[in-house]
């Protein structure tokens, strides 16, 4: 059981490369999430889809689209890549954790560096 | 839209002493308050919770408090040990749809042995 996997860990691209990031979950979650993650700044929502076949912008989605594919896996791709979106990117999941706890489970997170 | 703010951003302790951290949201209408906990380099994962019509929460050493007049939430740990050394972010729901939220900024907080 692997909970939330994301690819790859580590990226550098050139400034208007693309990429995408991949996620997926095997909890049979409905709802999933893109988050990025800047020092000093916490984690900021990007695009979030709340179940299969929608997805809904967040605080911070400019220059970012994302696809959920099917209910396990849901993707974020940057078209035209630049510096400021140098960043580490963490995809999770949001469920019942167990004993009366909700709450996200994350990716073990993208290093990704645009140079 | 709700905004969160958190303090300090940095704190050390002593081992054994407390470590208290707090954070502040502005939108009312938020309801579910959860506290993570990211080593470095790892995933943040969640620690503890709170929601809107409860005032206080214990898990062993890790205690959040809340208070809805004030739009404040507090995270205490108790008899801090090292490997409480990490960032902490607290988080507010937003919207009707209560899974989406906004985080606070961190804490880094180390344990000094």
């Known amino acids: 059981n692997a909970g939330v996997t994301q690819t790859p860990k580590f990226q550098v691209l050139k400034t208007g490369q693309s990429m995408t990031l991949q996620c997926a979950q095997d909890m049979n979650h409905n709802s999933m999430y893109w988050y990025r993650q800047d020092p000093g700044m916490g984690l900021r929502l990007i695009y979030y889809s709340a179940s299969e076949g929608t997805t809904d912008k967040g605080e911070v989605p400019n220059g970012y689209n994302v696809s959920r594919l099917n209910k396990r896996e849901f993707s974020l791709r940057l078209e035209s890549a630049a510096p400021s979106q140098t960043s580490v990117y963490f995809c999770?999941?949001?469920?019942?954790?167990?004993?009366?706890?909700?709450?996200?489970?994350f990716g073990s997170g993208t290093r990704l560096t645009v140079v | 839209g709700e905004n969160v703010e958190q303090h300090p951003s940095t704190l050390s302790v002593q081992e054994g002493d407390s470590a208290v951290i707090k954070c502040t949201y502005s939108?009312?209408?938020?309801?579910?308050f959860p506290w993570y906990k990211q080593e470095l380099g790892k995933r943040p994962q969640l620690i503890i919770d709170i929601r809107s019509n409860v005032g206080e929460k214990k898990d062993q050493r890790i205690a959040v408090t809340l208070n809805k007049t004030a739009k404040h939430f507090s995270l205490h740990i108790t008899e801090t040990q090292p490997e409480d050394s990490a960032v902490y972010f607290c988080?507010?729901?937003?919207?009707?749809?209560?899974?989406?939220?906004?985080f606070g900024p961190g804490t880094r907080l180390s344990v000094l042995p």
């Open positions: 999770a999941s949001f469920s019942y954790l167990g004993t009366d706890n909700y709450g996200y489970t």
């Open positions: 939108d009312s209408a938020s309801n579910y």
């Open positions: 988080a507010a729901s937003i919207g009707n749809y209560g899974q989406n939220f906004v």
